[in-house]
Each structure stands twice: as structure tokens, then as C-alpha cells.
């Protein structure tokens, strides 16, 4: 566990965001200028795997995990306690778990990495049948029924099934056991779940989705708008975190979502691009926009908005994976010489010159819904004896830049409106390689946020705005975001990266597609044999 803190000259108002990610989970306290003013972080590094592909973990432990957080805080700085005006909740998307009547979850949550599928999905009626037939997206809707959660537990648990009396996200489980009620965030609802996008709201009762999904709308917790009171601490949930009985719990976002607000990219010309775990690109807009057909935007922290995302579903998880296979020597060194490995890995990409000197990787380590598709894998093209690990690593975030740069031209083509700068959040932000590379792909100026915790960030805004500590959003978003360092593009290297993502990148995938379609039916062969 560790804490930070950072000092301000404002004291009197500060909200507690609590943020779960994946990789951990945080306690961050924020005034109402943006300033994190200190920090309480635990690795969540007890995931359970009962299968290769299967990813769980107890929702107890994420519970206990959260209450921890906010505990070290005071442990470290008692002093600010009296001044949190109130607790908002944003977490990682996609990770369910059934509980019963009584609020007790009935088994581990099924974490959104886990890649178990139901054996079949549910049948639809006849008439959507045809009409998904008649789009050409028959096999979309299968994907999404046979991905569903909610069916593999049906299918394989079916005693747990039938007594789920609520289905929640981590966001819904944390937000319950704070207050005591079944509620959680329009801004959170992001999974395979009858949420209807356009509408932000369950899904009408005719929807396919309830056909699709094996779950009843009364399982479904109450939906609440971003910044609206869901309720206050319970006696329970105050003696667990160390804060007052009845202190306001109001509704948050997803992680990604309040990513977006954090950054500051409000508008649709300003593109947020995450290098977390799942790395994407987004833009905030009032329009419902799908970036590809059947694939919709998800809610923004702004009401009644949107965030149209294209998603690389590995995204830096590669570069973890990278650092764990052939990042030892950097690991070891890190420590005697005083600095972060992630200082010694970019020193090691600054070595290798733009482009990699030929050497191109299509990120799609784990297979899409439409693009990439069902088969897809990851691809490295172009080596020779003179490339080395480095340029591996280079190529890797090059890759991963070249597969966002190809979901920024698919939103600018459905939303009709150029990006004309980029904000970057996550993990990857960090790196100074990263940054630039970055704006040489995308040819554009590319800022990191003044600070790295953009997702707690994001959260303490919709505490203000709920709170009315400010105005709205846009005036809460102007007084807690500005921009850290900016990254302008390089003229040479963008010209570089232009002729190599036009190409060589965006043909890799056409042309290995049928090799990969190819490769799992003769491994599927294989395994029935």
C-alpha cells in the first residue's frame, strides 16, 4: 500500500473518488481545484484462474480492498478526513456478479478480461431474427449472446442463477456497500447487459437484448444519472472506510468514462486516447454515433452524452507482457541505478530510430466483435538481423498507435468532425516516448493531463458538480483539468509513420486475415481430435 499527497492552499472541500481498476485499486482525495491532495493505492493482485482463460475474483476482497484504501488515507493524514464533503465510485467496465436477496454475492465476479463463452446463445424471436439477417449482423448478435456473462452462468451454475436477486458491476457492488441500495451510475453500465446506449437506460421491455440475455428487468439494479445522490454511508460502510455515517455517496462513471472528463476532452474535436489496460480512443459528443455498426458509443460523465470508443482489447497489457517475457535486464537494473524500470524501458525505445527500421506489429492479440474479427490475432512483420528486443518494444507501442489511429479515422468518418488534438491518460502517459511517438502517428499535438490520476479525477468532478461545490460540468471541468506537457509532431517522423500506416499497417489485416481463419480451424481440429 502505498500514500501520496500533495499540498494546496484550498483545505475546506475535498471529495474521496474510489477508483477499482484492474491492476488496483485507490483512495484519492481531490479539491475543487484538481488537486490530488493525497493517495492510498493496493495492488489487486488476488484474481483467481480455475481454467486457462478464466479470470475471477471475490467480491468481499474488492469490498475489503476499497475500505482499506480510504482507511491508509487517514492513517497517513487524519487531518483531511473532516474534509470530504462526500464519496464517488468509478471503476473497471464489464465485471459482473449475481447476488441474492440479502445482498450476498453469490460467487466470485467474472472479470472482463475472462474469455469463458456459453456453449449457445439464446434464441431471439423470429422477427429480430430476420431483421438482424437482413443487416448483416447475425453473427454479432451470436458473439454478444455467447460472451454474456449472465448466460454462462445461467448455462453452468444454473442453483446460483436462480437465486440471483440483483446482477451488479463493480461499480454497483461498491456503491451498495457503501449506502445499502441496490443503485448504480448510468454512467457505469458498459458489458454485455440489457442497457439500451441510445436511450441510457435499461432497455425497453420489446428490446432483443432481454431475449438475448437470461435475466429479468427486476434483476437489474435502479439506474441513476451521473451526480445524483445515490445515498449516504451506512454505519457499516462508515466503520469499514473511517468516515461519518451519512456522508453522501453520489453516482460516478466507468473508468474510461471518467478518464475522458479527467482529460479535460469535452468536445468532439478533442480525441482521449487511454494506454490502460484495454487501450482506446474516444470523443465526447452529443450525438449517438457508432464508430462501427452495432457497436455503440458508451455513456459520458456529461448528461445525456456520449463517448463513441474504438477499443484495442489488449492495448498495454502487451507492453506488461512485453516487460514480464524480455524486460528482466531493465527490472534488475532499475533498482541500482536509482530510477523507475519504466524510465530504463524508455531510454530503450529512444535508441531505436521512428519506424523501428522495418519492423511492424498489428496489435490484435485477442481476437474483436466485428474488427478485428472472431479469428483475429496478433501479427509482427518485417524482421532482420538488425532488430533487437528494443526494437520489439518500440514496435509494440508504435502498433498500438497505429491500430488507435485507425479507430480515430473511423470516428472522424461517423461523426463528421476532425480531431484536432489529443489527450492521453493511463499508464502509457507516463512515458515520454509513448507521448511523441504518438503525436508523430497521429500528426497532431498530444497532451498529457496535469496529473496521472485522470479516472479518480474524472469521478471527484461528477462529486463536485452532484455536490453543487460547482456550477455544472463545464465550469467544474475548467476549474479541475488542465493540461500538463503537450507533444508536438514531428515533421520527418510523421511523414515517415504516414507512408508506413498507409502502406504496410492498415493492409496487414486483409492480408493475414485468411491465414488466421485458417489457423483456428486447424487448431479447433486438433483439439476435437
Known amino acids: 500500500m502505498s500514500t501520496d499527497h500533495h499540498p494546496s492552499t484550498r483545505r475546506a472541500e475535498l471529495l474521496l473518488a474510489i477508483d477499482c481498476g484492474t491492476q488496483s485499486v485507490r483512495a484519492l482525495l481531490v479539491d475543487l481545484h484538481g488537486n490530488i491532495r493525497a493517495k492510498c493505492q493496493q495492488p489487486l493482485d488476488d484474481y483467481i484462474s480455475l481454467q486457462p482463460g478464466w479470470l475471477e475474483h471475490d467480491a468481499e476482497a474488492f469490498w475489503q480492498a476499497a475500505a482499506s484504501v480510504c482507511r491508509g488515507l487517514w492513517a497517513q493524514h487524519a487531518d483531511l ?49 430476420l431483421a438482424f439477417k437482413a443487416a448483416g449482423v447475425s453473427a ?64 425497453p421491455a420489446w428490446d432483443w437484448k432481454w431475449q438475448a440475455l437470461q435475466v429479468r428487468r427486476e434483476q437489474m439494479p435502479e439506474l441513476l ?14 466503520e469499514a472506510t473511517g468516515l461519518d455515517e451519512g456522508l453522501p455517496v453520489i453516482a460516478g ?51 445525456g452524452q456520449y463517448n463513441t470508443e474504438v477499443q484495442i482489447f489488449r492495448g498495454y497489457w502487451m507492453v506488461s507482457w512485453f516487460k514480464e517475457q524480455f524486460g528482466h535486464p531493465e527490472l534488475a537494473a532499475a533498482p541500482l541505478e536509482g530510477v523507475t524500470p519504466e524510465a530504463l524501458f524508455d531510454r530503450m525505445v529512444s535508441t531505436v530510430p521512428p519506424g523501428s527500421e522495418g519492423l ?28 533487437t528486443r528494443a526494437h520489439l518494444y518500440r514496435a509494440i507501442l ?77 465550469s467544474a471541468v475548467a476549474a479541475m483539468t488542465r493540461l500538463g506537457r503537450t507533444f508536438e509532431p514531428k515533421a520527418a517522423n510523421a511523414r515517415l509513420y504516414d507512408e508506413l500506416y498507409k502502406r504496410v499497417y492498415l493492409r496487414m489485416y486483409e492480408r493475414l486475415g485468411p491465414l488466421y481463419g485458417d489457423l483456428q480451424e486447424i487448431l479447433n481440429t486438433a483439439k476435437e481430435g
Open 398 to 474: 508504435e502498433g498500438l498507435a497505429y491500430a488507435l489511429r485507425e479507430g480515430k479515422e473511423k470516428i472522424e468518418a461517423r461523426s463528421k468532425v476532425k480531431l484536432t488534438s489529443l489527450r492521453v491518460s493511463g499508464g502509457g502517459s507516463q512515458s515520454d516516448a509513448a507521448m511523441q511517438l504518438s503525436a508523430d502517428i497521429f500528426n497532431l499535438p498530444t497532451s498529457r493531463p496535469h496529473t496521472f490520476e485522470t479516472s479518480g479525477l474524472g469521478a471527484a468532478i461528477a462529486g463536485a458538480v452532484g455536490l453543487g461545490l460547482h456550477r455544472d460540468f463545464p
Open 225 to 238: 444519472p451521473v451526480g445524483s445522490l445515490i445515498g449516504g454511508l451506512t454505519r457499516e460502510a462508515a
Open 360 to 387: 511492424m506489429l498489428q496489435p490484435y492479440w485477442t481476437p474483436g466483435i466485428r474488427h478485428p474479427g472472431p479469428d483475429a490475432r496478433g501479427a509482427v512483420i518485417g524482421f532482420s538481423d538488425v532488430h
Open 253 to 303: 462513471a466507468a473508468d474510461k468514462a471518467c478518464e475522458i472528463i479527467g482529460a479535460g476532452a469535452i468536445s468532439p474535436e478533442i480525441g482521449a486516447i487511454s494506454y490502460g489496460t484495454t487501450a482506446t480512443i474516444d470523443i465526447t459528443t452529443p450525438r449517438y454515433v457508432e464508430a462501427t455498426p452495432f457497436v455503440p458509443p458508451y455513456p459520458a460523465v456529461l448528461p
Open 81 to 129: 478526513r473532516a474534509c470530504v464533503k462526500g464519496v464517488v465510485v468509478t471503476t473497471q467496465r464489464g465485471t459482473l456478479v449475481p447476488v441474492d436477496a440479502a445482498g450476498k454475492a453469490l460467487r466470485p465476479f467474472i472479470i472482463w478480461l475472462d474469455q469463458r463463452r456459453a456453449s449457445r446463445a439464446p434464441r431471439v424471436s423470429p422477427w429480430w431474427a
Open 140 to 203: 454479432t448478435i451470436d458473439y454478444f449472446g455467447r460472451e454474456a456473462e449472465l448466460n454462462w452462468i445461467a448455462e453452468h451454475e444454473p442453483e446460483r442463477h436462480a437465486l440471483t436477486h440483483k446482477v451488479l458491476l463493480v461499480s454497483g457492488w461498491l456503491n451498495y456497500r457503501l449506502t445499502g441500495r441496490f443503485a448504480d451510475s448510468v454512467g457505469s453500465q458498459v458489458g454485455y447487459l440489457p442497457f439500451d446506449f441510445k436511450r441510457q437506460d435499461w432497455a
